[in-house]
């Protein structure tokens, strides 16, 4: 479980997050709606405890993410808008570097299978991942986390760049993950990916949380509407 | 950490411009270890040949006066040591062939450099100009972008968050890079070994162990602090230039810089100053108070009074032996006494310039290379001394020949016969111990140690703040 309470965070004179107060349950998948610099990844990386809150407290199941960086790094998996992985190896053996990385080792159908479950497809398992294409990299992402059976899902921009066929195979994957039981938190400019994948959404606007609703409160029109209000405003 | 490592095998095995870039390189080193071995060993049957026909015109002269012969003397070849087809040092520049004879004691000449057809500052494709030069550049090149990279497509976050420490990291990629210019070092170890094995003793092994840990700490080193830069600075072109400024510093500008500083602290006399002091303390006396002449007479008179006789006609021996044995002794002490202080400085020069290793540890590998393959000045002086000391033998035993060989003072046409010339014992080189000269490289290998601590230590703390994103 996300917990943020009153966090802030500031660099030099910018105000990056600003009492923010936000929490993700289990099996719930939250969207933060907002435009570049708004404080999105700011608060994923405090998450990730890369960065450390001025004030306020960020904590994953109960733990502080500062200072206990290192247990919560084993419960989160973390999509970037760009998995980069390594050109030179295939998918599987992307995952399995990755993998043992992390102390775990796994067999080679176990891992051909976690990449199944992400949605690669069989045949693209041994080529080069200088091969992939972005939503093919993002899939392995996602196995990667998948695979360290991480509790908590942090994607920033998940979607972006992604075509259609590939960002709705995305937002399935991350259904099916929340069904499972994972905590998702997802950072996004896509209004309509955010509406149609996440049970809660929030808006930051420079640092702060100005609004915060369920999904099937508005349809993604008005989410819009709503958004570009705030962002004007 | 494995992991990390086999990771970065991967990728170098797989990186097809660094295959293109390694196999030329290893041709190239292949290629140089075989022109140092043939030259040394095509030097050495040469030498080996010329001084079997010296000693065969020697062994044939059939009746010639003693001094004559010490006049004709002979000539003593500077051996090429095994390893110096690795790293000639100074060999080719001090030259390779020194005449042996009486009255002086002459300079070593036919030096490679003076018969080259164009000089350059790298000269010829050498092994050692590809240990020192080439292959800290390639490492260089490998390690820049090693963790910067990483950094700078974000793969970082995705390694800490699967529980990879920035330390083990930074570790990992220095191991990495420096096993890579192991691999190419051992291959040319593995080259070499393939050249000399019939040749190969306890000696030459002993040095070679050394020479190449002298290689491995530095390797480490470069190695290092490229991945340092890289991974401190968030910018890989920044860790590039950076690395590449300090190998200049270290390799081409510090060396010329304290060498020169070095030479003028212990300043050597020049050559027609220090001829101009030889000859003086030769005629005049060492002391200036006891000329040639004076001397002579004293010997005279002591010879006389020795044998009891009032004039050099009645000797039984010829008078005009001693006479000649006396001045080379007189000689003797003049050169040791100039070329003994000349050797201090050298010594001087070489304790000042090993200190320099405190700056580029580039020096103290140079130094360390010479010293372990013995082509170093250190290793010239002991064999110039050895030769010195058969020389002295040498031209005593014609000396001696011709006072009590049975001729009179003054009977200049006397001659010795053919079995005295076969049993002056020919010149026969005793290749320094490495356990005789261990102690001078002892500083060298402790500073190429502290150099290795020291970027061990900065990995360690320098990745403590090292920034994620």
């Known amino acids: 479980m996300i917990q943020i309470q009153n966090a802030s965070k500031s660099f030099k004179d910018t105000t990056a997050v600003k009492d923010l107060n936000l929490e993700v349950g289990k099996g719930e998948i939250v969207g933060l709606l907002g435009a570049n610099g708004a404080g999105k990844s700011t608060t994923i990386n405090m998450l990730l405890g890369f960065i450390s809150p001025d004030s306020g407290t960020v904590t994953i199941d109960q733990l502080d993410t500062t200072k206990k960086a290192a247990e919560i790094r084993k419960r989160i998996g973390y999509i970037p808008e760009n998995v980069n992985l390594y050109p030179y190896l295939s998918g599987l053996e992307n995952l399995d570097y990755f993998c043992r990385l992390a102390g775990l080792k796994y067999k080679k159908h176990e891992l051909q299978e976690v990449l199944n479950t992400c949605g690669l497809q069989p045949e693209a398992h041994q080529q080069k991942v200088s091969g992939y294409s972005k939503g093919m990299r993002q899939k392995v992402g996602i196995a990667i986390a998948y695979a360290k059976k991480a509790a908590v899902y942090l994607l920033d921009e998940p979607a972006s760049g992604l075509d259609p066929l590939a960002s709705n195979e995305l937002s399935d994957l991350l259904k099916k993950l929340a069904a499972e039981g994972a905590t998702i938190l997802m950072a996004s400019h896509d209004i309509f990916r955010v509406r149609e994948v996440c049970h809660r959404i929030g808006i930051l606007k420079n640092g702060t949380l100005v609004k915060e609703l369920r999904s099937e409160e508005v349809s993604a029109n008005e989410l819009e509407s709503l958004y570009l209000e705030y962002m004007k405003n | ?469």
């Open chain 2, 1 to 469: 950490m494995w992991q990390i490592i086999k990771n970065e095998w991967v990728y170098l095995s797989r990186n097809k411009t660094l295959l293109v870039v390694s196999s030329g390189f290893v041709l190239v080193l292949l290629v140089a270890v075989w022109l140092g071995h043939r030259q040394t060993q095509e030097q050495q049957q040469r030498y080996e040949l010329a001084q079997k026909e010296l000693r065969q015109q020697w062994e044939n002269i059939d009746g010639m006066n003693p001094h004559g012969a010490a006049h004709y003397g002979t000539y003593v070849f500077k051996p090429a040591g095994l390893l110096s087809s690795l790293d000639e040092g100074v060999n080719n520049v001090t030259g390779k062939v020194l005449r042996v004879e009486g009255h002086v004691q002459n300079e070593i000449v036919y030096s490679e450099a003076s018969q080259m057809q164009f000089v350059s500052k790298f000269g010829k494709l050498k092994t050692a100009l590809l240990l020192q030069y080439i292959l800290p550049l390639l490492l260089l090149f490998l390690a820049f972008h090693s963790v910067s990279s990483e950094k700078q497509n974000g793969r970082l976050k995705l390694l800490v968050l699967q529980g990879a420490k920035p330390s083990t990291l930074v570790w990992a990629k220095t191991l990495s890079v420096w096993s890579y210019g192991m691999l190419l070092l051992s291959l040319t170890f593995l080259v070499y070994l393939l050249f000399n094995g019939a040749s190969l003793n306890a000696e030459v092994i002993n040095r070679s162990l050394w020479f190449y840990l002298s290689y491995a700490l530095y390797y480490f080193v470069i190695s290092g602090l490229t991945v340092l830069f890289s991974a401190r600075w968030q910018n890989a072109t920044i860790a590039l230039t950076s690395m590449l400024g300090i190998w200049m510093l270290w390799t081409i500008f510090l060396p010329n810089i304290l060498l020169t500083s070095v030479e003028k602290w212990h300043e050597l006399p020049s050559r027609n100053a220090f001829q101009a002091a030889m000859k003086e303390d030769r005629s005049k006396g060492i002391d200036g108070h006891n000329p040639a002449d004076d001397r002579s007479k004293e010997l005279e008179d002591k010879t006389l009074s020795e044998y009891g006789v009032d004039s050099l006609s009645q000797l039984p021996i010829n008078f005009d032996g001693l006479v000649m044995q006396a001045d080379e002794e007189y000689g003797n002490q003049v050169w040791d006494k100039h070329f003994g202080n000349l050797r201090k400085v050298f010594t001087q020069q070489k304790q000042s310039y090993q200190l320099a290793g405190i700056l580029s540890p580039f020096i103290s590998l140079q130094n360390a290379s010479m010293g372990f393959s013995a082509s170093d000045n250190l290793h010239h002086q002991e064999f110039l001394a050895q030769v010195e000391h058969y020389r002295r033998g040498f031209i005593k035993t014609l000396n001696d020949k011709h006072a009590y060989g049975g001729s009179k003072t003054g009977d200049w046409g006397w001659e010795a016969d053919n079995d005295f010339f076969k049993s002056v014992p020919d010149y026969e080189y005793n290749s320094i111990a490495l356990n005789s000269v261990f102690g001078h490289y002892i500083p060298d290998l402790l500073l190429l140690a502290g150099w290795s601590l020291l970027i061990s230590l900065l990995l360690g703390v320098g990745t403590r703040k090292m920034q994620l994103i």
